[in-house]
């Protein structure tokens, strides 16, 4: 049996890059709203949430994640 190394979110560079401005946008939120961190979930969710809704460049029909993701 042999086993794979785990790989760590600081060896890929693209989920790095994505983790970290999800993060900052969910940040800003709170700031801007004046949260508290007990929001901070929801802040996340709503980060995701608005990337999601977004066009990407590395989809090239040029349509958001959430609507690819659900074509029939």
Known sequence: ?????HILPAQNAVAEGIN???MESACA???QASLPECYWAEAGSTAV??????PTRS???KVTPFKKWYEK
């Open 20 to 22: 970290c401005a999800l």
């Open 29 to 31: 939120t709170m700031a």
């Open 59 to 61: 989809i090239e029909e």
């Open 49 to 54: 949430y608005l990337r999601n809704c977004l």
């Open 1 to 5: 049996m042999s086993c794979q190394p």
